[in-house]
């Protein structure tokens, strides 16, 4: 193994775009939703907040995930941000790390009528799905934001990624 002072595929992707991407960053969420067995999960950080009379989140989920099939069928999700603690977590729900007994088990859910919710976040928010597109190869997904808990304490410990790492807020 050798190991690198940069990151070893960061000239791997001539992909303009996809380059672009990586260097807008933002805060990492846990997205959540299913019950018993039919759990699933997903990391994700592209997405933004939409303010209005009936605020919303719009995020772009991979198309091949569990997490989409379930938001579908149950049609509710739990969104909660993750701290610079929660980085092995974002990992196994990326599917980036080991999760030995699959990435539930690596921390405790709290069970909520829209779907599991990790018991250390303190700010998340309960969420409905109202639509969905596909863009590019990805699906925007448009979940309508149905309570929230905030935890002022947590903004300064948010897990950030950009190019490809985690960075502490």
């Known amino acids: 193994m050798t ?25 990492v969420t846990l997205w959540t939703a299913g019950q018993g ?13 939409a303010l209005g009379p009936a605020p919303s989140i719009l995020a772009l989920l991979d198309p091949d995930t569990d997490l989409l099939d379930v938001l579908r069928d149950d049609g509710v999700a739990v969104v909660q ?9 974002a990992e196994a729900f990326a599917g980036t790390a080991p999760a030995p007994g699959g990435p539930f088990r690596q921390a405790e859910f709290v069970d909520s009528d829209h779907g599991p919710r990790l018991a250390s976040a303190d700010t998340w928010a309960a969420v409905r ?21 905030i935890d ?6 948010a897990l950030l990624h950009r190019r490809g790492r985690f960075h502490r807020a």
């Open 3 to 27: 190991i690198h002072s940069t990151h070893p595929f960061a000239d791997a992707d001539p992909d303009p775009a996809r380059r672009f991407r990586a260097r807008v960053g933002g805060a």
């Open 129 to 149: 799905l109202i639509g969905e597109r596909e863009v590019g190869w990805s699906v925007e997904v448009e979940v309508v934001i149905e309570h929230v808990e």
């Open 81 to 89: 941000l993750l701290s610079w603690a929660d980085r092995d977590l």
């Open 152 to 157: 002022e304490s947590e903004a300064d410990d």
């Open 37 to 49: 067995g039919s759990r699933a999960g997903l990391t994700v950080s592209s997405l933004m907040v």
